[in-house]
Nanobody
Framework: QVQLVESGGGSVLAGGSLKLSCAAS????????MNWYRQAPGKGRELVSS???????TYADSVKGRFTISQDSAKNTIHLQMNSLKTEDTAVYYC?????????????????????WGQGTQVTVSS
């Protein structure tokens, strides 16, 4: 089974920076897409940023110009560079991946897509 492990969270002052990482393991087919979500206390889970297998990226309006998503060449690790952090960025950040089910189909192209979640890493921004 694919596993996702987040790291890099912590506590910083407003205006500071953090870099989150998500390491994927246990896969045969490379993920089609990997996302960062976040969830603040009492709020729903929000899509922060996404990166596809072709390298294209998207960002939530609230983080555009401040956050950057990237992936390693092996596509098994993604990062979220967070600059100019605001108190509103305080949340648990989760990694998510969409991965072809090679075990069930014997193919990375013609197969169903399975979805996996990491356990999250806390980011706290104080003023």
């Amino acid at each position: 089974q694919v596993q996702l492990v987040e790291s890099g969270g912590g506590s910083v002052l407003a205006g500071g920076s953090l870099k989150l990482s998500c390491a994927a393991s246990g896969y045969i087919c490379s993920p089609r897409r990997m996302n960062w979500y976040r969830q603040a206390p009492g709020k729903g889970r929000e899509l922060v940023s996404s990166i596809s297998s072709d390298g294209s990226t998207t960002y939530a309006d609230s983080v555009k110009g401040r956050f950057t998503i990237s992936q390693d060449s092996a596509k098994n690790t993604i990062h979220l560079q967070m600059n100019s952090l605001k108190t509103e960025d305080t949340a648990v950040y989760y990694c998510w991946a969409a991965v072809p089910d090679y075990r069930g189909y014997g193919s990375c192209q013609n197969s169903r897509i399975l979805q996996y979640w990491g356990q999250g890493t806390q980011v706290t921004v104080s003023s």
